[in-house]
């Protein structure tokens, strides 16, 4: 822990939970001498700073930077941007975010590191751009902030509790990029009515999952048995194909360290695929990504899909969900090689490097606020009034937590157990191939696949394409995007 005898000097008094509690008691004798920084307007400052005063750090280290910051638009984060007030008391830090829809959010950000604008201080990061990122030497290494006393205090923060499936992921050859904020695993989602009608089970396998969907699939009452992201991209189909690839006994990277995306196993992926969606799903699941998926859960058209925990709240969400009550959660079906691989996501937090020093402090100030476990508790189990809560939790405590188990509950059957197990056993870091030319061969792959889901090429076709167009982009020497 640092203290003043180790030279760490707090402006703002350190006051814990206890303290608080003692001092609020005496207020109204006049014993109360509160810190200029609970010297506020917002009613209950004192009691919402609390967890964050126990941090032996001087928040105000940074009084007057501005952080901009770049998020994608969902109803999930409205929680955490609405407690951004508090963290601006806490500061005297001015924050601001920037809502830009996922596609572009990833354009945006690379082209603001790269032409070192500075523009945004920190943004949601895909986990698959760390190494373009580092690389480029764009963002800045996590653990020269983690390890000094004066910006985190290691007791309180405890990085260690952060799931670790989302740190590796956030990593690039042994460094930490990225500190992860919010995320979720892949799971089956299912109607436990209807699979219960027609004497069915969570599927085991992708082959029972493909007869599960078969069995239900009735296109004349508006039924479709199973869909999965159709819709092009690195992050919409490439994030579900490759744990497909892999469970057929793909791998990304062959013996002599060249990508492969091509061959039996792949060809075989792409053909369970695109024969789910064709047979399966409903017209135009081409164009559909994950909020499609929802909805069309939610409003009864889709028996079940395969998509990220994450989506949990729309699917009981009573303004918009007619199947509230008959939702249950599976892992991951396994493949014919025998591995059951969970696509892994989060959205992480980096640090531009174009930004002044202190205005990095004040960025990482910001992050630790967002991802210590007071504000992930808040905005999940506890979220702001005329807010959601939210799922994707990024601390193995509070996953484990009675509280979140509560809340588990109100989702629907085995969700806690199905995201836990896939968190715990089914992720892999390399789900996809972690390499700096990552957002040219996951665009690539992502036309391939289409190409083969609306006909346009066989799978064969398809993939030898995307082979050949890789191996020129893997040719091309610096990793620029």
Same mark, same amino acid.
């Given at each position: 822990?640092?203290?003043?005898?180790?030279?760490?000097?707090?402006?703002?008094?350190?006051?814990?939970?206890?303290?608080?509690?003692?001092?609020?008691?005496?207020?109204?004798?006049?014993?109360?001498?509160?810190?200029?920084?609970?010297?506020?307007?917002?009613?209950?400052?004192?009691?919402?700073?609390?967890?964050?005063?126990?941090?032996?750090?001087?928040?105000?280290?940074?009084?007057?930077? &501005?952080?901009?910051?770049?998020?994608?638009?969902?109803?999930?984060?409205?929680?955490?941007?609405?407690?951004?007030?508090?963290?601006?008391?806490?500061?005297?830090?001015?924050?601001?975010?920037?809502?830009?829809?996922?596609?572009?959010?990833?354009?945006?950000?690379?082209?603001?590191?790269?032409?070192?604008?500075?523009?945004?201080?920190?943004?949601?990061?895909?986990?698959?751009?760390?190494?373009?990122?580092?690389?480029?030497?764009?963002?800045?290494?996590?653990?020269?902030?983690?390890?000094?006393?004066?910006?985190?205090?290691?007791?309180?923060?405890?990085?260690?509790?952060?799931?670790?499936?989302?740190?590796?992921?956030?990593?690039? %050859?042994?460094?930490?990029?990225?500190?992860?904020?919010?995320?979720?695993?892949?799971?089956?989602?299912?109607?436990?009515?209807?699979?219960?009608?027609?004497?069915?089970?969570?599927?085991?396998?992708?082959?029972?999952?493909?007869?599960?969907?078969?069995?239900?699939?009735?296109?004349?009452?508006?039924?479709?048995?199973?869909?999965?992201?159709?819709?092009?991209?690195?992050?919409?189909?490439?994030?579900?194909?490759?744990?497909?690839?892999?469970?057929?006994?793909?791998?990304?990277?062959?013996?002599?360290?060249?990508?492969?995306?091509?061959?039996?196993?792949?060809?075989?992926?792409?053909?369970?695929?695109?024969?789910?969606?064709?047979?399966?799903?409903?017209?135009?699941?081409?164009?559909?990504?994950?909020?499609?998926?929802?909805?069309?859960?939610?409003?009864?058209?889709?028996?079940?899909?395969?998509?990220?925990?994450?989506?949990?709240?729309?699917?009981?969400?009573?303004? &918009?969900? %007619?199947?509230?009550?008959?939702?249950?959660?599976?892992?991951?079906?396994?493949?014919?090689?025998?591995?059951?691989?969970?696509?892994?996501?989060?959205?992480?937090?980096?640090?531009?490097?174009?930004?002044?020093?202190?205005?990095?402090?004040?960025?990482?100030?910001?992050?630790?606020?967002?991802?210590?476990?007071?504000?992930?508790? &808040?905005?999940?189990?506890?979220?702001?009034?005329?807010?959601?809560?939210?799922?994707?939790?990024?601390?193995?405590?509070?996953?484990?937590?009675?509280?979140?188990?509560?809340?588990?509950?109100?989702?629907?059957?085995?969700?806690?157990?199905?995201?836990?197990?896939?968190?715990?056993?089914?992720?892999?870091?390399?789900?996809?191939?972690?390499?700096?030319?990552?957002?040219?061969?996951?665009?690539?792959?992502?036309?391939?696949?289409?190409?083969?889901?609306?006909?346009?090429?066989?799978?064969?076709?398809?993939?030898?394409?995307?082979?050949?167009?890789?191996?020129?982009?893997?040719?091309?020497?610096?990793?620029?995007?």
């Amino acid at each position: 822990m640092p203290s003043s005898e180790g030279g760490v000097r707090h402006a703002v008094p350190m006051i814990r939970r206890r303290s608080l509690l003692r001092s609020a008691a005496a207020a109204s004798a006049g014993a109360l001498a509160l810190p200029a920084i609970l010297e506020s307007p917002v009613r209950g400052a004192e009691t919402a700073l609390a967890p964050y005063l126990e941090a032996r750090i001087d928040w105000q280290m940074a009084k007057g930077e &501005r952080v901009h910051v770049a998020i994608i638009p969902t109803i999930f984060y409205a929680g955490w941007k609405k407690l951004a007030s508090e963290f601006e008391t806490l500061t005297g830090i001015n924050v601001t975010f920037e809502e830009i829809p996922p596609g572009l959010i990833r354009n945006k950000t690379v082209l603001d590191l790269s032409s070192k604008t500075g523009t945004y201080s920190t943004h949601f990061a895909d986990p698959m751009y760390y190494p373009l990122y580092a690389a480029n030497d764009w963002v800045e290494p996590i653990a020269e902030y983690l390890n000094n006393p004066k910006l985190t205090d290691p007791a309180w923060y405890n990085a260690a509790d952060l799931i670790p499936a989302w740190v590796a992921a956030n990593s690039y %050859h042994g460094k930490l990029y990225g500190i992860p904020f919010d995320g979720e695993a892949t799971v089956q989602v299912y109607r436990t009515d209807l699979y219960s009608a027609h004497g069915l089970k969570p599927a085991d396998t992708l082959e029972q999952y493909a007869g599960n969907a078969a069995a239900l699939t009735d296109a004349a009452h508006r039924i479709w048995g199973a869909a999965v992201r159709g819709f092009p991209g690195p992050g919409q189909n490439m994030y579900i194909y490759p744990s497909i690839y892999l469970e057929f006994g793909g791998h990304w990277i062959d013996q002599n360290g060249k990508i492969t995306v091509n061959g039996p196993a792949a060809e075989a992926a792409v053909e369970w695929y695109v024969n789910l969606d064709r047979k399966y799903a409903p017209p135009g699941v081409q164009n559909w990504n994950w909020p499609e998926l929802a909805d069309g859960f939610s409003q009864g058209v889709l028996a079940s899909y395969i998509d990220g925990s994450s989506g949990a709240p729309v699917v009981v969400d009573p303004s &918009r969900s %007619h199947v509230i009550g008959k939702v249950g959660f599976a892992r991951w079906p396994k493949g014919p090689s025998g591995r059951r691989v969970a696509s892994i996501w989060n959205w992480g937090f980096p640090i531009n490097k174009a930004l002044s020093q202190r205005a990095r402090y004040a960025t990482w100030l910001f992050m630790v606020w967002s991802s210590c476990r007071a504000t992930q508790e &808040r905005t999940a189990l506890n979220p702001p009034e005329g807010t959601v809560f939210r799922v994707g939790v990024n601390r193995m405590s509070l996953l484990q937590s009675p509280g979140f188990a509560k809340l588990a509950e109100r989702i629907g059957t085995n969700f806690l157990k199905a995201v836990s197990d896939s968190i715990l056993h089914d992720t892999d870091p390399d789900w996809r191939p972690r390499v700096p030319q990552w957002p040219a061969v996951g665009e690539i792959m992502s036309v391939a696949l289409q190409q083969a889901l609306v006909g346009q090429a066989t799978p064969k076709q398809a993939l030898d394409g995307a082979q050949q167009r890789i191996d020129q982009v893997m040719r091309g020497g610096p990793a620029k995007p």
